[in-house]
């Protein structure tokens, strides 16, 4: 099994890299471009039996930082 | 005093640390990251600046989940001392001994150098050396150093005299000037600044001794 976490900043958290991508892309001449939040992808290789109840322990036990950051799994 | 320093790989504040510890006084162990024990009879661990582990995944993240800092949870927990400096501040909030996080500095930027700290509150055994109101130079090193907490938590910790020290002219963007925090204890505290690279004259400033000076009075006599 593989599931991929993605993790983002909560919102309200300020992201200060998400914004100078997003002045850089202003300055590249995108001037659509209202706001930009940038995350993590983490792809994990599993062995069978593995739950998606384990990875969301694998989310709250290291791969986020909840008190900053928000997760979600997607299992494939 | 007996103090122990934790050394991660990639950790590079750690001699800094011993000598600061050992200049008040102490007596200090160094301690590897993979023990799973502190040695017998510490009354205070120090977390040291650096890089724990190439800082991946998150400063701090992958050092909390190392054998040593159960330990180092075990003794906070049991009424121990904590100190933890800069990437050490990061390991203790990864840890959960300390709350909030530290996010990356708001102009993005790494920065080094000597900044100015309001010591919020003299009630503490780390800070027992200084008076409420005092600002001291102590230096700062880093890119992640802007604390981040919900507006309750920031709220409990103003309300519980748990700000050690504030930034006079706050250099990263955290939140409530915050450069330092108390447990609810008052064990342990964790800040960005180095009050141990500030403990010397050869550092060009002896701020940080008193510190390690009221640490040292209050945990012989302990």
């Known amino acids: 099994m593989k599931a ?35 995350g993590k992808v983490i792809e994990l290789d599993l062995a069978d039996g593995t739950t998606e109840a384990d990875v ?6 290291l791969l986020a930082n909840t008190v900053i950051e928000s997760y979600s799994v997607e299992v494939a | 005093m007996r103090a122990a320093v934790v050394v991660f790989p990639g950790s590079n504040c750690d001699r800094d640390l011993a000598v600061a510890f050992r200049q008040a ?3 200090v162990t160094m301690v590897w990251h ?9 009354d205070i661990v120090g977390i040291p600046g650096g890089f724990s582990y190439g800082d991946y995944l998150r400063c701090g993240a992958i050092a909390a989940q190392s054998p040593i800092c159960k330990s180092v949870s075990a003794h906070a927990e049991r009424g ?3 100190l933890g400096i800069c990437n050490g501040f990061q390991v203790l909030t990864e840890t959960g001994l300390l709350p909030g996080a530290l996010l990356r500095n708001a102009g993005l930027k790494y920065i080094c150098k000597t900044v100015g700290l309001k010591v919020e509150t003299s009630q503490s055994d780390f800070t027992a050396g200084y008076n409420a109101g ?17 507006a309750e ?4 910790l103003q309300g519980e005299d748990r700000i050690a020290f ?20 008052r064990r342990v505290l964790g800040m960005m600044p180095h009050p141990e690279r500030a403990a010397d004259v050869g550092h060009g400033g002896t701020d940080g001794t008193a510190l390690f000076r009221a640490l040292a009075g209050a945990l012989t006599t302990a």
Request: with cysteine; proline share 5%.
């Open chain 2, 134 to 150: 005092d600002v001291i130079n102590i230096p700062i090193a880093h890119h992640d150093g802007n604390y981040f907490a919900d």
């Open chain 2, 80 to 82: 121990g001392y904590v």
């Open chain 2, 25 to 27: 006084g102490a007596d």
């Open chain 2, 34 to 42: 993979k023990d799973d024990a502190l040695p017998e009879g510490i």
């Open chain 1, 56 to 61: 969301t322990r694998m989310c709250e036990k």
């Open chain 2, 153 to 156: 938590t920031i709220a409990q």
């Open chain 2, 166 to 185: 504030t930034y006079t002219d706050n250099p990263n963007g955290a939140l409530a000037d915050v450069a330092g925090i108390l447990s609810p204890n």
């Open chain 1, 4 to 38: 991929r976490v993605h993790v983002m900043l909560k919102n309200g958290v300020l992201d200060p890299q998400g914004e100078a991508v997003r002045h850089a892309l202003g300055a590249l001449g995108f001037e659509g471009v209202k706001g930009v939040r940038q």
